[in-house]
């Protein structure tokens, strides 16, 4: 496939690897914020090329392992009103909830469905006319826009049925709450299609603030080695900076379109992350003007109190303090296919990596 | 989740496009992206053009890196 293939060439991967080998002298810890870069990591089993210098962690950038548990329960008290379809992206109805999850709502009776694209919910509305259509959305500023996308497509056609529970969240302030917080980085490996939107500015306080080295990086094995090399050489010559291996696809202001509809619809707000609480400013909600497509203003539940699965510590692994196979209950009584935590339930999370790649 | 590949655009229409990934076509919507025309590379990310694949720079990308492998082999 071209622009992929030749990303995965093995003699540029290993010669990467040997450059590194050469360059790196101090102990790093290099934290590869995205699920689709741990993904790549392990699938390509490239820790096994670094050397033993470098740590790679994984970061909080798996979008449905960071959902809270107020939100997925606030989604299952949704499916649960007559008349409402919930649709959602396909892992997220697997998450389980404080007492159930959307996949077993549906096995009750609740309509949820799995769309591939928010369109498709869009869709949904249009043909049910006579049903409230709720698209629960979720992801970073790569997903976002599509969100805000289909919102003023409803509001143009003028569809009241559509409605959106927005738990879209933003990556900067979780990149900067992880070093406040004192867990140990010195470099990122930043999201390459959330920069792809936003342009690299959004990085650069975590070089002039921080003082740390940020890569924006594509999700190919040699993408990946050449990042993790340009962030070894910036920290060993001194030079942190915001650079980008993601050339091919990263322009330096991102997509414009995308950053004004985002701008349209959603303004942010606190927003809580599963395992790291309440971080400011770190959210999207749905700007009151469009409110008539928000589920939170339209739709009222009561929402017990969410409590946390019992001995999982997704918290900490989505700060890079611990492994999946520091938790007791990995690849025990958690698998993906009976899942404790979000971490073992979406394919880019850290648990459900490390359960696939095991050896 | 924020993963997008690579498809080539087909045909254009509207704000809808036409593209291939490995043979199988795919709808994307334009809505995010303007400018497209067949025989481009787009991101795809769930049913949405995100970005362009920028063929110079992909090809300079991998120009410098195939000057490292020189390198490293010699
Ligand atoms: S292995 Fe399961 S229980 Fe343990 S942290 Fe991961 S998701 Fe939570």
Same mark, same amino acid.
């Given at each position: 496939?071209?622009?992929?293939?030749?990303?995965?060439?093995?003699?540029?991967?290993?010669?990467?690897?040997?450059?590194?080998?050469?360059?790196?002298?101090?102990?790093?810890?290099?934290?590869? @914020?995205?699920?689709? &870069?741990? +993904?790549?990591? &392990?699938?390509?089993?490239?820790?096994?090329?670094?050397?033993?210098?470098?740590?790679?962690?994984?970061? /909080?950038?798996? /979008?449905?392992? @960071?959902?809270?548990?107020?939100?997925?329960?606030?989604?299952?008290?949704?499916?649960?009103?007559?008349?409402?379809?919930?649709?959602?992206?396909?892992?997220?109805?697997?998450?389980?909830?404080?007492?159930?999850?959307?996949?077993?709502?549906?096995?009750?009776?609740?309509?949820?469905?799995?769309?591939?694209?928010?369109?498709?919910?869009?869709?949904?509305?249009?043909? &049910?006319?006579?049903?409230?259509?709720?698209?629960?959305?979720?992801?970073?500023?790569?997903?976002?826009?599509?969100?805000?996308?289909?919102?003023?497509?409803?509001?143009?056609?003028?569809?009241?049925?559509?409605?959106?529970?927005?738990?879209?969240?933003?990556?900067?302030? @979780?990149?900067?709450?992880?070093?406040?917080?004192?867990?140990?980085?010195?470099?990122?490996?930043?999201?390459? &299609?959330?920069?792809?939107?936003?342009?690299?500015?959004?990085?650069?306080?975590?070089?002039?603030?921080?003082?740390?080295?940020?890569?924006?990086?594509?999700?190919? /094995?040699?993408?990946? +080695?050449?990042?993790?090399? +340009?962030?070894?050489?910036?920290?060993?010559?001194?030079?942190?900076?915001?650079?980008?291996?993601?050339?091919?696809?990263?322009?330096?202001?991102?997509?414009?379109?995308?950053?004004?509809?985002?701008?349209?619809?959603?303004?942010?707000?606190?927003?809580?992350?599963?395992?790291?609480?309440?971080?400011?400013?770190?959210?999207?909600?749905?700007?009151?003007?469009?409110?008539?497509?928000?589920?939170?203003?339209?739709?009222?539940?009561?929402?017990?109190?969410?409590?946390?699965?019992?001995?999982?510590?997704?918290?900490?692994?989505?700060?890079?303090?611990?492994?999946? @196979?520091?938790?007791?209950?990995?690849?025990?009584?958690?698998?993906?296919?009976?899942?404790?935590?979000?971490?073992?339930?979406?394919?880019?999370?850290?648990?459900?990596?490390?359960?696939?790649?095991?050896? | 989740?924020?993963?997008?590949?690579?498809?080539?655009?087909?045909?254009?229409?509207?704000?809808?496009?036409?593209?291939?990934?490995? $043979?199988?076509?795919?709808?994307?919507?334009?809505?995010?992206?303007?400018?497209?025309?067949?025989?481009?590379?787009?991101?795809?990310?769930?049913?949405?053009?995100?970005?362009?694949? $920028?063929?110079?720079?992909?090809?300079?990308?991998?120009?410098?890196?195939?000057?490292?492998?020189?390198?490293?082999?010699?």
């Amino acid at each position: 496939m071209k622009y992929i293939d030749e990303y995965r060439k093995k003699d540029l991967i290993l010669s990467l690897a040997e450059k590194l080998r050469k360059v790196s002298k101090r102990e790093i810890v290099l934290m590869e @914020v995205c699920g689709g &870069h741990t +993904m790549a990591i &392990h699938r390509f089993g490239l820790t096994s090329l670094l050397p033993p210098t470098i740590r790679l962690i994984s970061g /909080p950038g798996c /979008p449905v392992c @960071v959902s809270s548990q107020q939100f997925i329960d606030t989604a299952m008290a949704y499916s649960k009103i007559p008349g409402v379809i919930i649709t959602t992206y396909g892992d997220l109805i697997r998450v389980p909830g404080s007492s159930t999850s959307l996949e077993k709502e549906r096995a009750n009776g609740s309509d949820v469905r799995i769309v591939y694209s928010v369109l498709e919910s869009l869709e949904i509305a249009r043909e &049910h006319p006579d049903k409230r259509v709720v698209f629960l959305g979720i992801g970073f500023e790569t997903t976002a826009p599509l969100t805000a996308a289909a919102i003023l497509q409803a509001q143009k056609e003028q569809i009241p049925n559509f409605f959106v529970l927005s738990a879209h969240k933003i990556m900067p302030p @979780v990149m900067k709450a992880l070093v406040a917080e004192g867990v140990k980085i010195d470099g990122f490996i930043a999201p390459g &299609h959330v920069s792809a939107i936003t342009g690299t500015a959004i990085y650069n306080d975590l070089v002039t603030v921080c003082g740390l080295g940020v890569v924006i990086s594509g999700f190919e /094995p040699v993408d990946m +080695m050449q990042s993790v090399l +340009m962030l070894t050489e910036q920290i060993e010559s001194g030079q942190p900076a915001v650079e980008v291996q993601y050339q091919r696809v990263v322009q330096k202001d991102g997509n414009l379109i995308a950053q004004k509809i985002l701008e349209e619809v959603f303004e942010f707000r606190d927003d809580t992350w599963r395992g790291l609480g309440m971080i400011p400013k770190s959210g999207l909600g749905i700007r009151e003007s469009l409110s008539a497509f928000d589920a939170e203003r339209q739709f009222t539940v009561e929402v017990p109190a969410s409590t946390e699965p019992k001995g999982c510590i997704c918290g900490q692994i989505l700060r890079g303090l611990k492994t999946p @196979v520091e938790c007791p209950l990995f690849a025990k009584k958690c698998t993906p296919s009976d899942p404790v935590g979000a971490c073992m339930v979406s394919g880019e999370g850290t648990c459900a990596t490390y359960f696939k790649y095991r050896s | 989740m924020c993963l997008a590949i690579p498809a080539k655009v087909i045909s254009v229409e509207g704000a809808s496009a036409l593209v291939t990934i490995e $043979d199988v076509e795919y709808k994307a919507s334009l809505l995010l992206l303007t400018d497209v025309q067949p025989g481009d590379y787009i991101m795809l990310h769930a049913g949405f053009a995100i970005e362009k694949v $920028d063929a110079a720079e992909a090809e300079e990308t991998l120009r410098l890196l195939n000057e490292l492998n020189q390198f490293t082999l010699d």
